[in-house]
């Protein structure tokens, strides 16, 4: 899919910030995979409602985060797509079907 450019170095730019996004948006989603195993390991008297801290955590936090992660990609990208879309639009002669 071509975003309109047609500089070779336009494409380029475009794809090292969503390769640098998606590489750092994967270690967010790591460390949020691995950080409840890490504070299973660590005894904890604290309580969130009533459940443990860990659980707690791993309950709430850890799907509000995937979708914080997931709603950062999405948005980032979209400007991203903006951005190279208004370096040179696409002419209707050179779309593809």
Same mark, same amino acid.
């Given at each position: 899919m071509s975003l309109g450019? +047609?500089?070779q +170095?336009?494409? +380029?730019?475009?794809?090292r910030k969503i390769s640098v996004l998606t590489l750092a948006l994967g270690l967010a989603w790591l460390l949020v995979s &691995? &950080?409840?195993l890490f504070l299973?390991? %660590?005894?904890? +008297?604290w309580s969130i409602l009533g459940w443990p801290?860990?659980?707690a955590v791993v309950a709430f936090a850890v799907? &509000?985060?995937? &979708? @914080? %992660?997931? @709603?950062?990609?999405a948005l980032c990208a979209r400007r991203?797509? #903006?951005? @190279? #879309?208004?370096v040179e639009p696409i002419k209707p002669s050179e779309r593809q079907a």
């Amino acid at each position: 899919m071509s975003l309109g450019h +047609s500089n070779q +170095s336009e494409p +380029s730019v475009y794809w090292r910030k969503i390769s640098v996004l998606t590489l750092a948006l994967g270690l967010a989603w790591l460390l949020v995979s &691995l &950080l409840p195993l890490f504070l299973v390991a %660590i005894p904890h +008297s604290w309580s969130i409602l009533g459940w443990p801290f860990a659980y707690a955590v791993v309950a709430f936090a850890v799907p &509000l985060a995937y &979708l @914080a %992660i997931i @709603a950062v990609y999405a948005l980032c990208a979209r400007r991203a797509d #903006r951005d @190279a #879309r208004k370096v040179e639009p696409i002419k209707p002669s050179e779309r593809q079907a």
